[in-house]
Nanobody
Framework: QVQLVESGGGLVEAGGSLRLSCAAS????????MGWYRQAPGKQRELVAS???????NYSDSVKARFIISRDNAKNTVYLQMNSLKPEDTAVYYC????????????????WGQGTQVTVSS
């Protein structure tokens, strides 16, 4: 079993910053990619940013130049530094990881965290 535990959400004024963390634990052989998605009320879940094991990074256009994703492979942890926050960034943020659980299992399995609320007031 794999668990993703998120932390760092909260309420912040527009223009402020927050840092989200997500730690993966359990039966893990290799983590291929980790990332963050968000879902605002009445909207579909969307990718915010992702980082692969080779260091390649992908950002959604709406957060480029404001958010920074990083990863500590030794701690199986991914971070999302969110700067210059806007009210439209308000959403539940979900951690996502694509994990190979054991050396004997070749496939990647997708896991989700429980979500953390980010609210940006205007």
């Amino acid at each position: 079993q794999v668990q993703l535990v998120e932390s760092g959400g909260g309420l912040v004024e527009a223009g402020g910053s927050l840092r989200l963390s997500c730690a993966a634990s359990g039966t893990i052989f290799d983590i291929n990619a980790m990332g963050w998605y968000r879902q605002a009320p009445g909207k579909q879940r969307e990718l915010v940013a992702s980082i692969r094991s080779d260091g390649s990074i992908n950002y959604s256009d709406s957060v480029k130049a404001r958010f920074i994703i990083s990863r500590d492979n030794a701690k199986n942890t991914v971070y999302l530094q969110m700067n210059s926050l806007k009210p439209e960034d308000t959403a539940v943020y979900y951690c996502n990881a694509k994990i190979r659980p054991t050396a004997m299992r070749l496939g990647l399995y997708t896991y989700w965290g429980q979500g953390t609320q980010v609210t940006v007031s205007s």
